[in-house]
């Protein structure tokens, strides 16, 4: 039986980049997904020199998933052909995301548009194209598992400063999960969510971490590998359907 086949949103570094190693080291043959090819390059060929597949090795897509035509079989359609079993999906994992700080009133129309794109809408037209053109299968590939995860976010909770629209954009992410689990259900895909809150990635780069890490009952900031394991347990955990993992060291709890 071919190695199960997931399909990761924002692969090339942070949590899409941890969850890719993570499950390649339990036997998945990953695909990245990404806008730019050097570092979807640079993270595949870490997947196949640490964790190397006997058959088909890891790949990459590169592509604006903001932009609806590439969405469609003269985009990423060329880099998975629907009728081929072997590119067939058993998960995927929606993480790309791009963050924000601006206040609410000087943030611009066109950048809350970038933000709700990138992050709500593109995850929406994707798994929809995915679904329409059948790359989960009929019935599941083989009798396979089959899921999605979506990576939202704590402020998509309990909202941030100086980050509306990205707040709002995760919030919708979180309801994507919701109503997509009633109503995938009857198909046997899973839907759920991992709810990230402050993780040590390049998006948290310039934020003071001293000071938030005080705020954090825990005491530190999250690990991108911490946020992974979750998401290899939707993977793999059969019963887990309209799931929502909150991680983020009990500062929700504060």
């Known amino acids: 039986m071919p190695n199960p086949h997931v399909l990761i949103t924002g ?3 942070g949590i899409g980049l ?5 499950f390649a080291l339990n036997s998945y043959r990953c695909t990245l997904l990404s806008r730019s090819e050097a570092p979807l390059k640079a993270a595949v060929a870490s997947l196949n020199a640490q964790h190397p597949l006997p058959s088909t090795p890891h790949a990459y897509i590169a592509g604006d998933i903001s932009s609806h035509t590439f969405w469609s079989t003269s985009g990423i359609g060329t880099h998975l052909p629907a009728k081929e079993k072997e590119s067939k999906l058993d998960m995927l994992i929606n993480c790309a995301g791009i963050t924000q700080q601006s206040l609410f009133v000087a943030t611009e129309a066109d950048a809350m548009q970038k933000i709700v794109d990138t992050n709500l809408t593109s995850m929406m037209v994707g ?3 995915l679904l329409r053109n059948r790359y989960f299968g009929a019935a ?3 009798g396979g598992d089959r ?4 990576v939202a976010s704590l402020l998509g909770t309990h909202g941030g400063h100086g980050a509306v629209a990205y707040a709002a ?3 919708g992410v979180l309801g994507f999960t919701r109503a997509l689990a009633s109503e995938l259900g009857r198909q046997k895909i899973r839907v759920n969510a ?3 809150g402050y993780v040590e990635t390049d998006m948290t780069g ?3 971490h001293a000071s938030l890490s005080q705020r954090i009952p825990l005491g530190r900031l999250g690990k991108p590998e911490e946020i992974a394991s979750a998401a290899l347990f939707l993977a793999q955990n059969e019963y887990a359907h309209n799931c929502v993992i909150n991680l983020d060291g009990g500062l929700s709890a504060v």
């Open 11 to 13: 692969g090339s570094r």
């Open 18 to 22: 941890s969850i890719a190693h993570l």
């Open 127 to 129: 798994t929809r194209f």
């Open 140 to 142: 599941g590939r083989e």
């Open 147 to 150: 899921s999605i995860v979506n």
């Open 169 to 171: 954009s995760k919030a």
């Open 194 to 196: 991992v709810v990230p």
């Open 206 to 208: 310039d934020l003071d």
